[in-house]
C-alpha cells in the first residue's frame, strides 16, 4: 500500500476530505512546540479551516521536544495526515496540510531556536501537557531545581525545556530586532497565557534581567481554552483509515466531531482567520476555561479513577456504569456552582452534552491515559472546586470522592504510576503523607478540617 504523501493526494477517494490549498505553497507563519496528536486534531485542523476560507502565510513548523515519533511519522508524508473523526459508527477522514515539517528539538534545538526567532514566525503555540512547563503547579512558579532548567541555564544556547526553548527562541527574535511572536499557550492550565508569561519571565531573569524586561513589555501571551477528545491512535484505527483512503497513514490521529477553541483576543501581531473556522475570540477566557476544567477534566479524572477502580477501561464504559453517570453528574453540579453567570456558557446544557459526548462509543479514550500525571491536574480539575465549595459552606461530596480514588490509583499503580512525581507518590501511605505533598495540595487545603475527615473517611 503507498504511503500519504502528496504524490498520492491526488488519488484519494472522492469521499476523503483533502486540503482545498497547495500545501506544498503554504509559507510557515506559526512554530508549535509539542507536535503531537492533540495539536494535529485541534489547532492545526483550525488552522487548516481559516486557510481555507481566508487565506495567509499560516503554515505550521512543529516541532517534537522529545521522541523522533512525529517526525518520523510526518516528515516522509510531506506532512501530511489524516484526522479520523468518530461519530458513534460512522467513520470519515479529513487530510490536513498545513504542517509542513517537524523538527526533532533535542537533535538539533539551535534550528528550532532559530525558527522561533524567524522574522516570519508571527505565533508560537504549545501543548507540551502541564508537566512539561517544569513548574510547580501549587504556585504557578518555575520549578528552578527541574533538571531541564537546570540543564538549560547551564547551556542557553541548546535548551531542552519549552521554556528554555521558547525564551532563546525570542532573545534571538530581540537580538535581531524583529516584533516578537505571539506566544499560544494552549494546555489545560489555569490561566494558561498568564502563567506562561509568568514562567517565561521567571526563566529570562535567571537569564538575563533585561531579556526579562523586553518579554514582560514586549510578547503577548493571550489565554485560550481547548476542547476536542483525541484518544491515542491504534492500530484498529489506522487499518480503518487505510481501508477508507487506500493510504498508509503512519501520523493518523482520533478524534471526536465536537470541536471547541477559545481564544482571548490580545495578540501582539496578525493571526489566523481562526474566528471564521469557529474558535471564539473573547475578552475574557476565564469563564470557559473554569467549565471545562472542572466539569469536563474534573469529570474525566473522576471517571478515570473511579473507572479503573471497577474494571472499566474506558470513557464511554465507565459513563455507562449507572453509579458512575451519576456521580459525574452530582460532581458537574458541584462544579457548576462555583462559576458565575456567562454570557453564552448554559452550564446545564453544557453538562447534558459532556455526558452525551463522553457516552459516543466509536472514542475509545482509555481511562489509564486520563490518569496519567494526576498530581499536576488535581489542583485546577477538582481541587479548586472543593476550596472554593467548602468556603461557600457547601459539601463537595464527589470531587472529595475524586481525590480519594486518585489516592487509591496511586497506591495500586506503584512502580508503574506515570508521573512527573512519581517517586514521591509511590512512598507515600497514610493520608497525612499524601497532604504533606504541597505540590499537589498547596498549604490551604490541608488545613481545612471538614476536607481532611471527608477524605480520611473514604481513604480508610
Not at 464511554?316 to 458537574?332: G, K, V
Not at 480519594?404 to 496511586?410: F, L, R
Request: hydrophobic letters at 45%; charged letters at 25%.
Amino acid at each position: 500500500m503507498n504511503r500519504l504523501s502528496r504524490a498520492t493526494l491526488a488519488a484519494l477517494p472522492a469521499q476523503v476530505s483533502r486540503p482545498k490549498f497547495d500545501s506544498a505553497k503554504l509559507a510557515p507563519g506559526i512554530v508549535h512546540l509539542g507536535c503531537g496528536a492533540f495539536h494535529r486534531a485541534h489547532q492545526a485542523w483550525y488552522t487548516q479551516r481559516a486557510v481555507e476560507i481566508a487565506g495567509g502565510d499560516w503554515g505550521i513548523v512543529g516541532a517534537s521536544l522529545r521522541g523522533k515519533d512525529v517526525p518520523d511519522q510526518l516528515n516522509p508524508q510531506d506532512g501530511l495526515y489524516g484526522v479520523l473523526v468518530l461519530d458513534g459508527a460512522e467513520r470519515r477522514i479529513e487530510i490536513m496540510g498545513v504542517i509542513g515539517e517537524v523538527l526533532h528539538a533535542p537533535s538539533d534545538p539551535a534550528a528550532l531556536v532559530v525558527r522561533i526567532g524567524d522574522k516570519t514566525t508571527r505565533i508560537v503555540s504549545t501543548t507540551v501537557t502541564e508537566k512539561g512547563y517544569c513548574h510547580i503547579p501549587a504556585t504557578g512558579d518555575l520549578d528552578a531545581k527541574h533538571p531541564d532548567i537546570v540543564a538549560d541555564l547551564a547551556n542557553p544556547e541548546r535548551p531542552r525545556s519549552a521554556i528554555g526553548i521558547l525564551v532563546a527562541g525570542l532573545a534571538r527574535a530581540r537580538d535581531a530586532g524583529h516584533a516578537p511572536p505571539t506566544v499560544l499557550c494552549c494546555d489545560n492550565l489555569p490561566s494558561n497565557g498568564k502563567v506562561v508569561a509568568k514562567l517565561a519571565a521567571q526563566y529570562a531573569g535567571l537569564r538575563d534581567a533585561k531579556l526579562r524586561d523586553w518579554i514582560e513589555r514586549n510578547v503577548a501571551f493571550p489565554c485560550t481554552m481547548i476542547d476536542r477528545i483525541v484518544p491515542a491512535t491504534t492500530e484498529d484505527d489506522r487499518n480503518t483509515a487505510a481501508a477508507i483512503s487506500g493510504v498508509e497513514d503512519q501520523g493518523l490521529v482520533v478524534a471526536e466531531p465536537f470541536a471547541q477553541w477559545v481564544i482571548e483576543d490580545k495578540f501582539g501581531g496578525p493571526r489566523p482567520a481562526w474566528d471564521k473556522a469557529g474558535a471564539q475570540i473573547v475578552p475574557d477566557v476565564a469563564p470557559f476555561e473554569r467549565a471545562k476544567l472542572r466539569l469536563l477534566n474534573g469529570a474525566h479524572s473522576a471517571l478515570a479513577y473511579r473507572g479503573l477502580a471497577k474494571g472499566h477501561t474506558t470513557v464511554a464504559e465507565a459513563i455507562a456504569d449507572p453509579e458512575l453517570l451519576a456521580a459525574t453528574r452530582a460532581l458537574m453540579k458541584e462544579a457548576a456552582a462555583t462559576q458565575g453567570k456567562t454570557a453564552g456558557l448554559d452550564l446545564d446544557a453544557y453538562a447534558d452534552a459532556l455526558c452525551a459526548r463522553f457516552a459516543n462509543r466509536g472514542i475509545r479514550h482509555r481511562l489509564i491515559q486520563i490518569a496519567m500525571d494526576g498530581s499536576q491536574k488535581l489542583p485546577q480539575r477538582l481541587l479548586g472546586t472543593i476550596s472554593e465549595t467548602l468556603a461557600a459552606g457547601r459539601d463537595a461530596p464527589e470531587a472529595i470522592k475524586a481525590v480519594a480514588a486518585w489516592i487509591g490509583h496511586v497506591r495500586r499503580e506503584g512502580a508503574k504510576l506515570q508521573d512527573p512525581l512519581a517517586a514521591t507518590l509511590t512512598g507515600l501511605r497514610g493520608l497525612d503523607d499524601f497532604l504533606a505533598c504541597e505540590a499537589v495540595f498547596g498549604k490551604d487545603l490541608p488545613k481545612n478540617e471538614k476536607f481532611v475527615a471527608a477524605l480520611r473517611a473514604l481513604v480508610q
